[in-house]
């Protein structure tokens, strides 16, 4: 648990971790969070430039968020294994058994993606942990908190993108 004059620091961006805060680590220059470690942000927090980048706060802030994700993402899997369970499967004429097959092979699509996307996700929470997250998989550099805010489970900065995304382009041409 962080302690009072952590958190009145937090909210200057300042993080000192004391060895009471069990589970927030610092190696290299950056910090990690145990999944076990709870931190409370403070009401409407969000990161902020001004603050060091990927201190313990801004870990928990995403942390949180790729949680929360994931679990709107499994609990819409879940609706969508129920639907197709309650299924009839005696479906009146060609056409309407043609028209459900077609709904059914589009929510299995849609499952697979959530299902690769979950497993991101996970990739995710683990770099959170391990102290990587927020930092170019290619170039070791911020990928930035923007960038984060849009896409929480990116692992390449903008320009490592932009690369990777031209050489699949000239692999697929």
């Known amino acids: 648990m962080i302690t009072e004059e952590a958190k009145k620091n937090s909210r200057k961006g ?10 927030i680590t610092m190696e290299g220059g950056r910090y990690a969070l ?15 430039a001004d603050e060091e980048y990927m201190n313990p706060l801004h870990l928990a802030f995403f942390r ?15 609706q969508t294994i129920d639907n197709l369970r309650e299924e009839v499967r005696d479906i ?3 056409a309407e058994r043609a028209t459900r097959e077609t709904e059914n092979s589009l929510e ?11 497993a991101k996700i996970d990739k995710a929470l683990k770099r959170i942990e391990e102290g990587r997250y927020g930092y170019c998989e290619e170039t070791d550099e911020d990928i ?4 984060l805010e849009a896409r929480p489970i990116a692992t390449l ?11 699949q382009r000239q692999m697929g041409d």
């Open 144 to 147: 930035g908190l923007e960038r």
């Open 92 to 94: 009146g004429d060609e």
């Open 157 to 167: 900065c903008l320009d490592a993108q932009e690369r990777w995304e031209h050489r």
């Open 14 to 23: 300042v993080i000192t971790p004391t060895a009471s805060e069990a589970g």
């Open 108 to 118: 299995l699509r849609t499952r697979d993606r959530y299902r690769k996307l979950i």
């Open 64 to 78: 949180n968020k790729l949680r929360e994700w994931r679990d709107q993402l499994v609990e819409e899997s879940k």
């Open 34 to 48: 145990a999944a076990t470690t709870n931190i409370e942000l403070p009401p409407g927090y969000r990161p902020s």
